[in-house]
């Protein structure tokens, strides 16, 4: 029997506006049967701030900074905390039916992607396991969201973490049954440059990089092939790796305007 397959997609470098809206334009075109489960692997130019669904841009991100500093303000689809996205970040997005992946629910949809992210860490040499069952839910903690805009500072139930350090971010959304599920890998974590662009930002002194916590410069491209192969691991599948189509191009352009922070 062949192994399913599922795309690899390799994107590269874009703003933040075009990574969000390519991600949302994936999900509704595999929802619609128009494209198959994906892979995303991307990077940020310029620098961008993302912000949760339901964050508040006005008191999380000093906007007069950013501007200043060309950093571009985006909203996910995702929810969540705030993420300072620059160079020195590997983010991947995975789009998927909740159907194939069989879930009792959305912790264990995080469980089963989680699978995938810690094969790929094991293979660049990194022990990596999602947080204690005793950290806040994904949804939970709008209070502490107000004093912690900063996603790398508070560890939850998605996350992952080598030894006590947060080293991944994740964040779900779900719509009719297929799931989009954004993560932040930062290959370097510049605690200065999060306390410039956030109105309250807090110190991260539990979350680690990716070059820290494995005491070597990993390149991009490294760590994008681990990521693939850990998926193809986890899931048993083969990855065809092909552009988005040009219904995903054409929908994602349209939604451009709805994702960029004012």
């Known amino acids: 029997m062949s192994q399913e397959r599922w795309r690899y997609l390799d994107s590269g470098p874009l703003t933040g506006a075009e990574n969000m809206a390519l991600d949302e334009a994936i999900l509704e075109a595999h929802a619609a049967a128009l494209a198959p489960p994906t892979l995303r692997v991307y990077g940020w130019h310029p620098p961008a701030v993302s912000l949760g669904k ?6 999380t991100v000093d906007r007069a900074v ?4 060309g950093v571009d303000l985006v ?8 993420i300072l996205h620059t ?5 991947f997005s995975l789009i998927v039916s909740a159907a194939r992946l069989r879930t009792t629910g959305v912790m264990d949809s995080y469980r089963q992607l989680a699978g995938g992210i810690v094969a790929a860490l094991r293979s660049l040499g990194l022990e990596a396991r999602l947080v204690e069952r005793s950290a806040p839910a994904p949804s939970a903690g709008k209070a502490r969201m107000a004093q912690d805009p900063a996603c790398f500072a508070v560890k939850a139930r998605c996350d992952l973490v080598v030894g006590n350090s947060k080293l991944v971010g994740s964040a779900q959304v779900q719509r009719k049954g297929f799931i989009l599920q954004q993560n932040s890998l930062p290959l370097r974590l510049r605690v200065e440059d999060w306390s410039r662009v956030l109105l309250r930002p807090a110190l ?6 990716l070059w820290e916590a494995a005491g070597r410069e990993i390149p991009y491209a490294a760590v994008a092939a681990a990521l693939r192969e850990g998926f193809a691991t986890a899931f048993d599948v083969a990855f065809e790796e092909a552009a988005p189509t040009e219904i995903e191009l054409q929908r994602a352009r349209e939604l451009v305007p709805g994702v960029t922070a004012t």
């Open 204 to 209: 991260v002194p539990e979350a680690v990089g």
């Open 54 to 59: 339901f964050q508040r841009l006005e008191s």
């Open 75 to 82: 909203r996910r689809p995702t929810g969540g905390r705030a």
């Open 87 to 91: 160079a020195e970040e590997v983010t």
């Open 66 to 69: 950013c501007r200043a500093l």
